[in-house]
């Protein structure tokens, strides 16, 4: 038996049982990446795609196991976290990245589902914002999620310019504000350094099949690290890999379906 080395990802997130998005789509995303991946659950949801019908938080001291148990024996080369539900789940996160030395970190700042559903507390803003964002390499906020965290309105692109910068000085290495909710115009997203400022092009897709896009783009972005690529790089490879998952998206359900974490893997054999 020939010993193989898979680069590792972990992902700290909610299931999804529609398999579009959370857990669901960051393995398949790392998989379809050549990533081996692993889970941290920080929530259930019954959901979807017309909508999330039940949402079941897992307790902090079971985050923390499931931290823990991987983080000491498996280990990871780069790390995501999306939903996150509660601050006392982000604090057990925030410290066990930070003990663990987790430095490839994509915060995803899930808050609320496509159709209302709370993913974050309101409360829990604050939680996320002070104790996340000094540990992300980069932060990969939507419209509103960018308005939250920065506190001023987020609806032109001068705009997500602006709240990249300051997401870099909240303590965040790096920032993606991600255009899908622009309306009228491209899926254009913005990358900030602080240093650099860079556009990442799509036409806007005319779907309603966008259900995990931002969860499967920043699983996208972790498996491109845990492979050694630079942000930069891992970044423009998330862009390809999400633009591409929408045009071949397999039309599931009576809502808003999920990608197609597959297209990837067929014009990249
Ligand atoms: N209709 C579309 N056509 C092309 N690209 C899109 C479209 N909608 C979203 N995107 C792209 O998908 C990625 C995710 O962005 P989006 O703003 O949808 O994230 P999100 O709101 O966090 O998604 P989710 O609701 O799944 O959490 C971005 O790169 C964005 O530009
Ligand atoms: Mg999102």
Redesign the pocket.
């Known amino acids: 038996v020939s010993r193989v080395t898979l680069p590792r990802a972990l992902t700290i997130a909610g299931s999804d049982s529609g398999g579009g998005?959370g857990i669901q789509a960051d393995l398949k995303t790392f998989t379809v990446m050549g990533v081996f991946g692993t889970t941290a659950v920080t929530a259930v949801t019954a959901q979807n795609t017309l909508g999330v019908t039940g949402v079941y938080p897992l307790t902090p001291a079971q985050v923390e196991a499931q931290l823990d148990a991987i983080l000491t024996d498996i280990g990871t080369d780069a790390a995501k976290t999306g939903m996150l539900f509660d601050a006392p789940i982000i604090e057990v996160v925030a410290d066990r990245l930070r003990r663990y030395k987790v430095s490839n970190l994509v915060v995803?700042p899930?808050m609320i589902?496509?159709g209302g559903h709370p993913l974050l507390l309101p409360q829990a803003q604050a939680a996320l914002r002070a104790n996340l964002l000094p540990l992300a390499a980069v932060v990969?906020?939507?419209?509103p999620?960018a308005e939250v965290l920065t506190g001023f309105p987020v609806h032109t692109k001068a705009d997500m310019v602006r709240a990249a910068h300051r997401l870099v000085e909240l303590g965040a290495r790096a920032a993606v504000v991600?255009?899908?909710?622009l309306e009228h115009e491209d899926?254009?997203?913005v990358f900030c350094t602080g240093d650099e400022v860079r556009w990442?092009h799509?036409?806007?897709?005319?779907?309603r099949h966008?259900?995990?896009?931002?969860?499967?783009?920043s699983a996208a972005i972790t498996a491109g690290l845990a492979k050694g690529l630079s942000l930069m790089d891992a970044v423009l490879q998330a862009?390809a890999f999400?633009?591409l998952a929408?045009k071949q998206a397999p039309a599931l359900g009576g809502g808003h379906g999920p990608t197609n974490h597959l297209a990837w893997l067929q014009e990249h054999r």
């Open positions: 998005a995803d899930v589902a496509k990969t906020p939507n419209l999620e991600k255009g899908g909710h899926a254009d997203d990442l799509s036409e806007r897709m005319p779907t966008t259900h995990g896009t931002g969860c499967t783009f862009k999400i633009t929408i």
